[in-house]
């Protein structure tokens, strides 16, 4: 490991102008490549106290030995340089988009004298248009055998071509109509470029032209009497629109524009780009990459746009790039665009519309493009064993912990506070072993109190169990340890309650070997506190903090990192994201049914199928409030004894606030029937709980 302040640049060498410079290691290998409007302010944040630097960063300067520059006149300059460099040394510093396929592109070679219709894959060739990239090949066939029809372009092999000229009989596509046939003379190789050339033309979505020529010429042979003719136009008309009817329109005036999105953790992020032409998805592609540095996504944005442009020109640079974030400064990259392109290309973030409609689209694209990266990872037997073995070891375990379980905090301000208990056993969700908690010992928001009073209950109900079942030889169990978290005595009908019919437990039964919680120090210390006060001694704690991805440990001051590339930050993080996901989930569900309550939930014994034909029956609470027993006892289902509870719970009830319509103003009368009623039929009057999410922990 180097020391930094080793090969430090003397003050007053780095030049204050724009250029790019390269870290290389002690056998001369660059390890990574970027660029500065100023180079001085730039490399000076390299050089400052190792302990104020995020934790990649400083494996990046330990293991540079020493850091050289290049000084340009532009930030231009410096973006096409920068871009070179790290095509040229592939730096394992910098990000580095991955494709997780090869994807095809539909792609014409003008290149050739008679250009040919076909799928290609790889690097791109010079001479040659480029349509997509799609999903699928088989996408690239559909769509090109409608188009034969009406563009009979050459498809063949060289091979074939030749050997076609050369016995003076064409394959069987020339028989059908779906090849001009250039290879035994039947149309000159002007004619087969321009036919090419409309090919081109319609991919690219200038698509209103052709159909209206045809449309014309169908006409035209109709009024003549060529009724076969006009018949063979019609069926032609008819494959242009199903080729594209193949892409939907999305954005509106024939639109060309690129839509990058970005989904991203503290480790890896995922891009998935939507290309749009003439207003439709003309192909989709994405990536995965380690994110080696500290990085923002706004030049997450700027890397995405090297690669996907770096060796584009003219219309494979469109219009308009949509991006989630702008590249800081914007200035630079989006005159390099214009560069590639030719003329202005609008770089921006999308701010309503169709396109801010789409560009979400492309986010849950990406989201789902990094979950699905994530559990394949998680999913390979030995990955998952390196990583519980790499747990093991950072932690200092006896052994991999097979079982471990993850508790998180939710609530909104203080309000509807609830908890998460997620299980992993052998690295794998186990999902009928998720719990989920309300907080009972306390009103209010104290995260490191919640987290107590959760992992208090969850270890008093195994302790419980483990004396049920006879595992404490001496029998001390305590009253203490057959308490619940709310104070009230955990007897034997609610541990017989937590038995399956076959006699085996069914919660809280089995004691994890890993206690993750999502937190620092403090929620660490609580949940270690928590259980030192249960007498349980043999089960490890850690917690995730999120920002930095730390592990910390019981008592101590510093952080156990984790390597980057380690299986078992990647586990722990995928458990900590798990138990964040079913804790915010619960407690927007116990939120939501707040808002939705009425007085009918205040009825003991009466459930959802009864509230809804009591409210069928009399069409409102307000009318129910007003009926008699007897009137209540007409609705089928409900007897003598339900009515009068039914009735004096209505009575006790203070009637709920009118609803209004808060666009014009109106009170809505409680008579009529009401559709957005909840599950007790009273009108929703709350405000919106989604206007307050972003406020959720």
Known sequence: MADPSSYRPRPGEIPDSPGVYRFRDEHRRVIYVGKAKSLRQRLANYFQDLANLHPRTRTMVTTAASVEWTVVSTEVEALQLEYSWIKEYDPRFNVKYRDDKSYPYLAVTMNEEFPRVQVMRGHKKKG????????????????????????????????????????????????????????????????????????????????????????????????????????????????????????????????????????????????????VRGGRVRGQRGWVTDKVEEITTGALVEYALQQLYGEETGDAVPKEVLVPALPEPVEPAQEWLTGRRGANVS???????????????????????????????????????????????????????????????????????????????????????????QIKGFAGQDDVRSMHEVITRRFKRYLAEKERTGEWADGSGTEDALTDGDGTLTGPDEITNSLNDDGRPKKFAYPPQLVVVDGGQPQVAAAWRALDELGIDDIAVCGLAKRLEEVWLPGDDDPVVLPRTSEGLYLLQRVRDEAHRFAITYQRTKRAKRFRAGPLDDVPGLGETRKQALIKHFGSVKKLRSATIEEIQGVPGIGRKTAETIAAALAQAAPAAPAVNTATGEIIDDEEPDTTAGSSGEPVTAGRPDERRGQER
């Open 347 to 437: 770089l921006r973030i999308p701010q309503r519309g169709d396109k801010k409609a789409l560009m979400e689209t492309v986010q849950r694209n990406a989201l789902q493009a990094l979950a699905l990266h994530k559990t394949k990872r998680a999913s390979d037997l030995t990955t998952r064993s390196r990583a519980l073995e790499e747990i093991a070891e950072a932690l200092d375990l006896d052994s991999a912990p097979l079982r471990i379980e993850c508790y998180d905090i939710s609530h909104l301000q203080g309000d509807d506070v609830v908890a998460s208990m997620v299980v992993f056993e052998d690295g794998l969700q186990r999902k009928s072993e998720y719990r989920r908690f």
């Open 128 to 275: 040659v248009r480029y349509f997509g990239p799609y999903a699928h090949a088989w996408a690239i066939r559909d769509t090109v055998d409608l188009l034969l029809r009406v563009f009979p372009v050459r498809t063949c092999s060289a091979g074939v071509f030749k050997n076609a000229a050369r016995t003076g009989r064409p394959c069987l596509l020339g028989y059908i109509g779906k090849c001009s046939a250039p290879c035994v003379g039947r149309i000159t190789p002007e004619d087969h470029r321009e036919l090419a050339e409309e090919f081109s033309d319609f991919m690219a979505g200038r698509t209103g032209t052709y159909l209206r020529r045809l449309e014309k010429q169908m006409m035209e042979a109709a009024e003549e009497m060529e009724y076969e003719r006009a018949a063979r136009l019609r069926d032609d008309i008819e494959a242009l629109r199903k080729a594209m009817e193949k892409n939907a329109v999305v954005l509106a005036d024939a639109t060309d524009a690129d839509l990058i999105a970005v989904a991203e953790d503290e480790l890896e992020a995922a891009v998935q780009i939507f290309h």
